[in-house]
């Protein structure tokens, strides 16, 4: 059995493939990946590829255990190029491995189409990739419960409640206001590098993954494609 781990700045996610079959995505906090439960809940692992974009704490902890117990770890970074994609950064070990891995997913499912890729966790990242596999850049932002938090961690007037529907309308109260700023601001970015791209390439396939890739979707006028698995499908073509 392969273990696909990804721990991210607010969770982990993993996936378990036996003979091919991938396993649905399963999450856990953080604070909860020990040894023991890594043993419990990977009791058939020969294999574990890790992307870690957290503390390096966890890469220690994962390595020790794979050590211990004889399986092969191995942990995935960004690279120069990788198959077919190029990363466009000066140094590429510096770009998130959460990010790279989401592009090599996109890339492999729409090849030779210039893909805009964007995940909506902690941060939210969107990314461009050329027709020619070529990374052309992207954006980092504060992800959407950052933007709230942020706002109301530092003014004393902004008193909100967090919401939970999505919403692009003008606020007539601080809590709307707050939120759908957010979402506005994030929607907003899409939108912007979507018609960036547009001066370059016709046919943009837009791909939307992370924690609040849904409700982002449901904002989204473009047409676009959503996974829950992206950055499963890039650490998979490692295997
Ligand atoms: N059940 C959930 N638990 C935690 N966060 C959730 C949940 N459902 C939606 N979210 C949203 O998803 C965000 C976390 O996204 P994700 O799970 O992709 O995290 P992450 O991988 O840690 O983030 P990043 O990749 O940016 O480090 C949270 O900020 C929150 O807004
Ligand atoms: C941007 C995040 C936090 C998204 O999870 C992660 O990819 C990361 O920590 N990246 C490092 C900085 C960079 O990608 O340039
Ligand atoms: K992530």
């Not at 998130?96 to 729409?110: E, K, N, T």
Request: aromatic share 8%; with cysteine.
């Amino acid at each position: 059995m392969l273990v696909l781990l990804d721990v991210g700045n607010t969770r982990s996610k993993y996936v378990c493939i036996t003979n091919k079959n991938r396993s649905t995505v399963n999450y856990i906090e953080n604070n909860q990946l020990n040894e023991a439960w890594l043993s419990q809940t990977f009791e058939h692992a020969d294999r574990i590829f890790l992307a870690n974009v957290n503390n390096e704490q966890f890469t220690e902890v994962i390595k020790g255990w794979a050590k211990r117990k004889a399986i092969t770890f191995k942990q995935l970074q960004t690279q120069q190029q990788q198959f077919e994609l190029q990363c466009a950064y000066q140094a590429p070990s510096k770009l998130g491995i959460d990010r790279w891995l989401v592009m090599l997913a996109a890339s492999q499912l729409f090849p030779k189409k210039a893909c805009l890729v964007i995940d909506a966790g902690t941060a939210t990242t969107i990314d461009a990739i050329s027709p020619l596999s070529q990374h052309l850049g992207g954006w980092i932002l504060p992800g959407i419960d950052m933007l709230y938090h942020s706002l109301i961690n530092n003014t004393q007037k902004i008193i909100a409640d967090k919401s939970v529907q999505p919403s692009l309308a003008l606020g007539k109260n601080t809590s709307e206001c707050v939120n759908n700023g957010a979402w506005a601001a994030t929607v907003g970015a899409i939108e912007l590098q979507f018609q960036q791209l547009k001066t370059q390439f016709d046919e943009i396939e837009i791909v939307i993954t992370g924690g609040n890739g849904c409700k982002l979707s449901s904002q989204l006028a473009y047409p676009h494609h959503i996974f829950d698995d992206l950055v499963f499908i890039g650490m998979q073509r490692f295997s």
